[in-house]
């Protein structure tokens, strides 16, 4: 929840990667302490703000979850 603005760029940059590659790559938020009790839509959005960030084309291979240490989710590119 508290991850730069620079380092959330260099994370998309780099899951763009690895799906022009034909990856699948899972995006976890982990949440700590207090973070872990806040509500779950405040939480999404979160991830979500980090998944517009990420160039190119793609798509959700599982929807978001909620998992003991946070939020989880599975993207592939998509198929042309």
């Known amino acids: 929840v508290e991850t730069g603005e ?6 998309a940059k780099k899951t763009s990667e690895w799906l022009a590659e034909g990856h699948r790559v899972r ?15 405040f939480l999404k959005e979160r991830l ?4 517009l960030v990420i160039p190119g084309e793609y798509k959700l291979a599982e929807p ?9 989710t599975v993207l ?3 198929k042309k």
Not at 6 to 11: T, V
Not at 64 to 72: E, F
């Open 76 to 78: 592939e590119r998509v």
């Open 64 to 72: 978001v979850a909620k998992g003991p240490k946070g939020l989880t």
């Open 48 to 51: 979500e703000r980090f998944l």
């Open 6 to 11: 620079h380092d959330m760029s260099l994370k």
């Open 27 to 41: 995006v976890d938020l982990f949440l700590r302490g207090r973070y872990k009790y806040m509500p779950f839509e």
